[in-house]
Protein backbone atom coordinates (compact mmCIF):
# COMPACT_ATOMS: atom_id res chain seq x y z
CA UNK A 1 0.00 0.00 0.00
CA UNK A 2 1.09 3.45 -0.73
CA UNK A 3 2.41 5.92 2.45
CA UNK A 4 1.98 9.19 2.42
CA UNK A 5 2.67 11.65 -0.25
CA UNK A 6 3.74 15.23 -0.84
CA UNK A 7 3.76 17.33 -3.38
CA UNK A 8 5.81 19.23 -4.88
CA UNK A 9 9.15 17.43 -3.43
CA UNK A 10 10.81 20.85 -3.34
CA UNK A 11 9.80 24.23 -3.79
CA UNK A 12 11.48 27.65 -4.32
CA UNK A 13 9.44 31.06 -4.07
CA UNK A 14 10.24 34.35 -3.84
CA UNK A 15 9.55 36.01 -0.78
CA UNK A 16 6.22 37.44 -0.81
CA UNK A 17 4.74 35.13 -2.81
CA UNK A 18 1.96 32.53 -2.18
CA UNK A 19 2.60 28.93 -2.08
CA UNK A 20 0.45 25.90 -1.94
CA UNK A 21 1.57 22.39 -0.41
CA UNK A 22 -0.22 19.49 -0.66
CA UNK A 23 -0.72 16.32 1.10
CA UNK A 24 -1.89 12.73 0.11
CA UNK A 25 -2.44 10.49 3.47
CA UNK A 26 -2.82 6.69 3.79
CA UNK A 27 -5.91 5.49 2.54
CA UNK A 28 -8.34 4.93 5.34
CA UNK A 29 -6.35 7.05 7.23
CA UNK A 30 -8.59 10.00 9.54
CA UNK A 31 -6.36 11.54 11.33
CA UNK A 32 -3.89 14.25 9.34
CA UNK A 33 -1.45 16.65 10.63
CA UNK A 34 1.40 19.17 9.37
CA UNK A 35 4.43 19.42 10.98
CA UNK A 36 7.53 21.64 9.81
CA UNK A 37 11.44 21.02 9.99
CA UNK A 38 13.61 23.68 10.23
CA UNK A 39 16.92 24.24 11.67
CA UNK A 40 17.36 25.93 15.09
CA UNK A 41 13.33 24.74 15.42
CA UNK A 42 13.33 21.26 14.55
CA UNK A 43 10.01 19.20 14.30
CA UNK A 44 7.31 21.94 15.10
CA UNK A 45 3.39 21.00 14.89
CA UNK A 46 1.42 23.04 12.89
CA UNK A 47 -2.35 21.68 13.02
CA UNK A 48 -3.89 18.41 12.76
CA UNK A 49 -7.33 17.55 11.07
CA UNK A 50 -9.79 14.73 12.88
CA UNK A 51 -12.80 13.81 10.78
CA UNK A 52 -14.92 16.01 10.49
CA UNK A 53 -13.88 17.73 13.36
CA UNK A 54 -12.57 21.19 13.70
CA UNK A 55 -8.83 21.38 13.29
CA UNK A 56 -6.61 21.87 15.42
CA UNK A 57 -5.10 25.08 14.57
CA UNK A 58 -3.14 25.54 17.82
CA UNK A 59 0.40 25.36 16.01
CA UNK A 60 0.22 27.85 12.77
CA UNK A 61 3.18 31.11 13.43
CA UNK A 62 0.70 33.73 11.71
CA UNK A 63 -2.49 34.23 10.55
CA UNK A 64 -0.39 33.74 6.83
CA UNK A 65 -0.77 30.25 7.03
CA UNK A 66 -3.94 28.08 6.64
CA UNK A 67 -4.78 24.67 5.79
CA UNK A 68 -7.78 22.32 4.72
CA UNK A 69 -8.76 19.28 4.22
CA UNK A 70 -11.20 18.28 1.23
CA UNK A 71 -13.69 15.32 1.41
CA UNK A 72 -11.55 14.15 4.51
CA UNK A 73 -8.66 13.30 2.31
CA UNK A 74 -5.90 14.98 0.31
CA UNK A 75 -4.72 18.52 2.20
CA UNK A 76 -3.09 21.59 1.21
CA UNK A 77 -0.98 23.84 3.28
CA UNK A 78 -1.03 27.49 2.39
CA UNK A 79 1.49 29.73 3.11
CA UNK A 80 0.69 33.23 2.14
CA UNK A 81 3.08 35.98 1.53
CA UNK A 82 5.89 34.01 2.52
CA UNK A 83 9.17 35.43 4.60
CA UNK A 84 12.41 33.90 4.19
CA UNK A 85 11.32 32.66 7.78
CA UNK A 86 9.28 30.21 6.49
CA UNK A 87 11.57 28.37 4.38
CA UNK A 88 11.64 24.88 6.00
CA UNK A 89 11.37 21.16 5.38
CA UNK A 90 7.33 21.04 5.55
CA UNK A 91 6.28 17.20 7.04
CA UNK A 92 2.66 15.17 6.37
CA UNK A 93 1.57 12.68 8.36
CA UNK A 94 -1.45 10.43 8.78
CA UNK A 95 -3.01 7.93 11.61
CA UNK A 96 -5.96 5.93 11.49
CA UNK A 97 -7.64 8.14 14.07
CA UNK A 98 -6.21 11.17 16.66
CA UNK A 99 -4.50 9.97 20.11
CA UNK A 100 -1.42 9.22 21.31
CA UNK A 101 -1.65 5.21 20.69
CA UNK A 102 -2.19 5.52 17.32
CA UNK A 103 1.00 5.73 14.78
CA UNK A 104 1.85 8.97 12.48
CA UNK A 105 2.93 7.78 8.95
CA UNK A 106 5.01 10.71 7.84
CA UNK A 107 5.65 11.29 4.15
CA UNK A 108 8.78 12.46 2.40
CA UNK A 109 8.38 16.15 3.21
CA UNK A 110 7.93 19.42 1.03
CA UNK A 111 11.36 21.37 1.19
CA UNK A 112 10.15 25.28 0.88
CA UNK A 113 12.96 27.80 -0.36
CA UNK A 114 11.96 31.19 0.16
CA UNK A 115 14.71 34.03 -1.52
CA UNK B 1 3.23 24.06 27.81
CA UNK B 2 5.00 20.67 27.09
CA UNK B 3 8.72 20.87 25.60
CA UNK B 4 10.85 18.33 24.74
CA UNK B 5 14.20 18.07 25.43
CA UNK B 6 17.23 16.27 24.30
CA UNK B 7 20.91 16.80 25.66
CA UNK B 8 22.97 15.42 23.26
CA UNK B 9 22.51 17.25 19.63
CA UNK B 10 25.63 15.11 18.02
CA UNK B 11 27.07 11.79 19.02
CA UNK B 12 29.97 9.63 17.31
CA UNK B 13 30.07 6.20 18.45
CA UNK B 14 32.48 3.36 16.56
CA UNK B 15 30.74 0.26 15.51
CA UNK B 16 29.90 -2.00 18.35
CA UNK B 17 29.65 1.04 21.32
CA UNK B 18 26.95 1.18 23.87
CA UNK B 19 24.12 3.97 23.00
CA UNK B 20 22.19 6.05 25.34
CA UNK B 21 21.01 9.10 24.10
CA UNK B 22 18.82 11.17 26.72
CA UNK B 23 15.06 12.48 26.44
CA UNK B 24 13.03 14.72 29.01
CA UNK B 25 9.67 16.32 28.98
CA UNK B 26 8.24 18.77 31.00
CA UNK B 27 4.01 17.77 31.22
CA UNK B 28 1.78 17.36 34.32
CA UNK B 29 -0.52 14.64 32.75
CA UNK B 30 -0.04 11.47 31.31
CA UNK B 31 2.01 10.71 28.08
CA UNK B 32 2.53 8.93 25.40
CA UNK B 33 6.20 8.45 24.22
CA UNK B 34 7.64 7.95 21.18
CA UNK B 35 11.42 7.86 19.08
CA UNK B 36 11.35 8.71 15.96
CA UNK B 37 14.32 7.81 13.73
CA UNK B 38 15.39 9.71 10.20
CA UNK B 39 17.84 7.95 8.32
CA UNK B 40 19.64 9.77 5.51
CA UNK B 41 17.26 10.80 3.25
CA UNK B 42 14.28 8.64 3.86
CA UNK B 43 11.22 9.72 5.92
CA UNK B 44 10.93 9.76 9.61
CA UNK B 45 10.12 6.79 11.04
CA UNK B 46 9.00 5.31 14.53
CA UNK B 47 11.41 3.34 16.36
CA UNK B 48 9.59 2.12 19.38
CA UNK B 49 6.51 3.64 21.84
CA UNK B 50 5.02 3.85 25.52
CA UNK B 51 1.90 3.93 26.16
CA UNK B 52 1.43 2.20 29.27
CA UNK B 53 2.30 -1.04 31.11
CA UNK B 54 5.99 -1.94 31.12
CA UNK B 55 7.87 1.02 31.03
CA UNK B 56 10.99 -1.04 29.53
CA UNK B 57 9.81 -1.00 25.74
CA UNK B 58 11.48 -2.39 22.87
CA UNK B 59 11.59 -1.21 19.32
CA UNK B 60 13.33 -2.10 16.00
CA UNK B 61 16.58 -3.11 15.10
CA UNK B 62 17.57 -3.69 19.10
CA UNK B 63 16.54 -0.82 20.43
CA UNK B 64 14.70 -0.24 23.75
CA UNK B 65 13.87 2.98 25.87
CA UNK B 66 13.14 3.08 29.64
CA UNK B 67 10.07 5.27 31.04
CA UNK B 68 11.29 6.47 34.30
CA UNK B 69 8.05 8.98 35.46
CA UNK B 70 9.94 10.38 38.54
CA UNK B 71 12.10 11.87 36.40
CA UNK B 72 10.04 12.59 33.71
CA UNK B 73 13.01 10.76 31.24
CA UNK B 74 12.66 8.17 28.16
CA UNK B 75 16.19 7.66 27.36
CA UNK B 76 17.25 5.13 24.15
CA UNK B 77 19.38 2.79 24.19
CA UNK B 78 21.05 0.59 22.37
CA UNK B 79 23.93 -2.24 23.60
CA UNK B 80 26.18 -2.47 20.04
CA UNK B 81 25.26 0.15 17.48
CA UNK B 82 25.99 -0.75 13.81
CA UNK B 83 27.43 1.79 10.78
CA UNK B 84 23.89 1.54 9.83
CA UNK B 85 22.16 3.28 13.07
CA UNK B 86 23.94 6.47 11.61
CA UNK B 87 21.01 8.41 11.72
CA UNK B 88 18.69 11.74 13.09
CA UNK B 89 16.57 10.67 16.60
CA UNK B 90 13.84 12.43 17.32
CA UNK B 91 11.78 12.24 21.19
CA UNK B 92 8.53 13.21 21.04
CA UNK B 93 5.51 13.40 23.32
CA UNK B 94 2.19 12.95 23.21
CA UNK B 95 -0.15 14.64 26.16
CA UNK B 96 -3.42 12.84 27.11
CA UNK B 97 -5.52 15.80 26.13
CA UNK B 98 -3.31 16.93 23.04
CA UNK B 99 -5.37 15.40 20.63
CA UNK B 100 -2.56 12.90 18.57
CA UNK B 101 -0.09 16.07 18.14
CA UNK B 102 3.26 14.90 18.93
CA UNK B 103 5.85 17.68 20.64
CA UNK B 104 9.41 17.03 19.38
CA UNK B 105 13.09 17.58 20.70
CA UNK B 106 15.64 18.81 18.86
CA UNK B 107 16.73 15.39 17.10
CA UNK B 108 20.54 13.94 18.22
CA UNK B 109 22.35 12.95 14.76
CA UNK B 110 23.57 10.01 16.01
CA UNK B 111 27.36 9.45 13.63
CA UNK B 112 28.60 5.86 13.92
CA UNK B 113 32.07 5.04 12.72
CA UNK B 114 32.73 1.73 10.75
Known amino acids: GAGVSQSPSNKVTEKGKDVELRCDPI?????LYWYRQSLGQGLEFLIY????????KSGLPSDRFSAERTGGSVSTLTIQRTQQEDSAVYLC?????????????FGPGTRLTVT | AQSVSQHNHHVILSEAASLELGCNYS??????LFWYVQYPGQHLQLLLKYFSGDPLVKGIKGFEAEFIKSKFSFNLRKPSVQWSDTAEYFC????????????FGQGTELSVKP
Open chain 2, 27 to 32: YGGTVN
Open chain 1, 27 to 31: SGHTA
Open chain 2, 92 to 103: AVNGDNQGGKLI
Open chain 1, 49 to 56: FQGNSAPD
Open chain 1, 93 to 105: ASSLRTGGSYEQY
